[in-house]
């Protein structure tokens, strides 16, 4: 009877001695798997907020482009996020204004509901807008949300705040029919 447990301890010594000799073969193995996870991180860009917005932007999604801003202000209040937001607003506007002068109300319906949509219920039950309507709403919306961000900026710092709409302001004139599918080139975004 007394082989047994000998028997059972000589098999738990073999175990835990093979066990030991696998970790420590194994182990300059997990620090290079490790180190390269961490030069794998390394090499990652992280895209910028407004990196994001500037694609939105470009590509008519407003927005996301506006959430884009916002999380912005969040991450790094400034009078140049504030401004930035401001323009997203301005962008907005200005495409509205250019699809009316057009008389494209289907576009000014699809903005509507780039605008409002936010789920994937509302691919199988849209929220139906006039367009005409949707865009004096969005007008009126954008106008007062643009008054309310920019004031902001100004209070932060007024100086750079003008710097910042004369940039925007010479960008507009050398893009008149399509400004507000970008941003001025020195905003680095």
Not at 18 to 26: A, D, E, T
Not at 79 to 102: H, M, P, R, S
Request: charged share 25%.
């Amino acid at each position: 009877m007394r082989e047994e447990p000998l028997v059972e301890q000589g098999y738990f010594s073999v175990i835990h001695c093979g066990l030991f000799v696998l970790l420590v073969g194994c182990w300059p193995l997990l620090e290079v798997s490790t180190s390269m996870a961490e030069v794998n991180q390394v090499h990652t860009p992280e895209i910028s907020e407004l990196s994001r917005a500037k694609v939105f932007i470009q590509v008519g999604d407003y927005r996301r482009a506006v959430e884009a801003c916002q999380r912005n202000i969040d991450k790094n209040p400034s009078v140049e996020a504030y401004v930035y937001l401001a323009y997203v607003y301005q962008a907005i506007d200005g495409y509205l204004a250019f699809l009316a002068k057009q008389e494209d109300y289907v576009k000014v319906e699809q903005l509507s509901l780039n605008l409002t949509a936010r789920e994937v219920i509302d691919i199988i039950d849209p929220p139906n807008v006039m367009a005409r309507m949707a865009q004096e709403l969005i007008h009126e919306g954008l106008r007062q949300q643009f008054d309310i961000t920019a004031s902001m900026a100004n209070r932060l710092d007024r100086a750079r705040t003008d710097e910042l709409w004369l940039q925007q302001s010479a960008w507009r004139k050398t893009q008149p029919d399509s400004w507000w599918a970008g941003i001025p080139k020195e905003w680095n975004w």
